[in-house]
């Protein structure tokens, strides 16, 4: 969570879910990085993936991340 493009990306997975292509268009950035990140938070055990189709829709879990203190979770939904 250290990052800061982590942290965009939670506010933006907190809200909906996202494509890792809609994600890098969103970011400015490839495809491959976005999937670095998105490791990250996945084994983090902070996302959710689910299928549709040929994609593959991430979203923030925000159960887990509620866990994790009403603070942390606050500054994520700004």
Do not use: W
């Not at 997975?13 to 400015?28: D, I, K, M, P």
């Not at 994790?68 to 939904?77: M, P, R, V, Y």
């Amino acid at each position: 969570m250290s990052h800061p493009v982590r942290m965009r990306m939670c506010r933006n997975l907190a809200r909906s879910a996202y494509t890792t292509s809609e994600l890098a268009q969103a970011h400015g950035m490839t495809a491959p990085e976005i999937s670095r990140h998105l490791g990250v938070l996945k084994k983090a055990g902070l996302l959710t993936t689910r299928r549709r189709g040929r994609y593959v829709l991430h979203q923030l879990d925000v159960t887990v991340v509620a866990r994790l203190g009403s603070d942390f979770l606050e500054g994520i939904l700004r």
